[in-house]
């Protein structure tokens, strides 16, 4: 991977060079009058597809939860 620093001033102006450098596989570190502050990678793809419903009925939500609740549990009153 190749590493290339930017000095954050300069950011907004090559903004579209340096995603071009990203889709390159190089790795991107942001500096502040030359001291190191942020470190921009690719993101890498993902191995496997995402399957919508995968832990389908891990979550309940009650009929409810919207519901305004009620004034002892606001003032603390048990």
Known sequence: ??????????????????????????EIILTDNGHPVARMLPVKKLSR?????????????HDDFDEPLPDNFWLGDE
């Open 49 to 61: 597809k995402q399957l919508a419903g995968l832990f389908r009925g891990a979550m309940v939500i």
């Open 1 to 26: 991977m190749v590493t290339k620093m930017v000095d954050i001033t300069t950011m907004q102006t090559v903004k579209d060079s340096l995603l071009s450098l990203l889709d390159k596989d190089t």
